[in-house]
């Protein structure tokens, strides 16, 4: 079992419109929860943290998190074509040390 | 403020060479990782280096090494270079303080590297 696992999609939402993003991990003792947004040919860019269970919003951005369940998410409201981006979940297990294991990616696009 | 910045950003190498990565950190940033992507995967994590140690260690074999300067710059080396070893290799650092809540990660814009 892969420690972080996402759907790698393509996702397809027409613009305006809520794109839901999943991802599940394996490690229970996982503390941290972040997503990152990576457009073709660059690096990854942090968007969300996470830290505790329920919702937090930034703007456009949700993220939700059940420990309970494993699952993080990531909700993108009135999506816009420039949304289109691979969207990495980063789990950083409880080591004490900065290491962040990312899953796959999901590739979300948005049409206009 | 210069971000992360990393060199060179393409080369092209064969099997069995050995090739060295740079990274130069933001300002004001001390800890250095350094993690892997293959095409169509997320970064794998290699390793970390903080005041001039290797720190943490992912699951990357000996031919895998880095360095960390007094200036918090880092390299990455890699030898006996394998076709495997084909991959964007990314440069992340962060904030100031190495303690157990995680910061921000800033990457580089990678160094991408193929292996014939």
């Known amino acids: 079992q892969k420690e972080v696992e996402q759907n790698s999609g393509p996702l397809s939402v027409p613009e305006g419109a809520i794109a839901s993003l999943n991802c599940t991990y394996s490690d229970r003792v996982s503390q941290s929860f972040f997503w990152y947004r990576q457009y073709s040919g660059k690096s990854p860019e942090l968007i969300m943290s996470i830290y505790s269970n329920g919702d937090k919003e930034d703007g456009r951005f949700t993220a939700q998190l059940n420990k309970a369940s494993q699952y993080v998410s990531l909700l993108i409201r009135d999506s816009q074509p420039s949304d289109s981006a691979t969207y990495l979940c980063a789990v950083n297990l409880n080591t004490g040390f900065q290491k962040l294991v990312f899953g796959t990616g999901t590739r979300l696009l948005v049409s206009p | 403020d210069a971000g992360v910045t990393q060199s060179p950003t393409h080369l092209i190498k064969t099997r069995g060479q050995q090739v060295t990565l740079r990274c130069s950190p933001k300002?004001?940033?001390?800890?250095v990782s350094w993690y892997q992507q293959a095409l169509g995967q997320g970064p794998q994590f290699i390793f970390q280096?903080?005041?001039?140690?290797?720190?943490q260690r992912g699951n990357f074999p000996d031919r895998f090494s880095g360095h960390q300067f007094p200036n918090y710059s880092s390299e990455l080396n890699v030898n006996a270079l394998l076709l495997g070893d084909s991959a964007l290799y990314l440069c992340?650092?962060?904030?100031?303080?190495?303690?157990?809540?995680?910061?921000?990660?800033?990457f580089g814009e990678g160094s991408r590297l193929t292996v014939l």
């Open positions: 300002s004001g940033h001390d800890t």
């Open positions: 280096y903080y005041e001039e140690e290797e720190r």
């Open positions: 992340a650092s962060r904030q100031q303080g190495f303690d157990f809540i995680p910061g921000e990660l800033f």
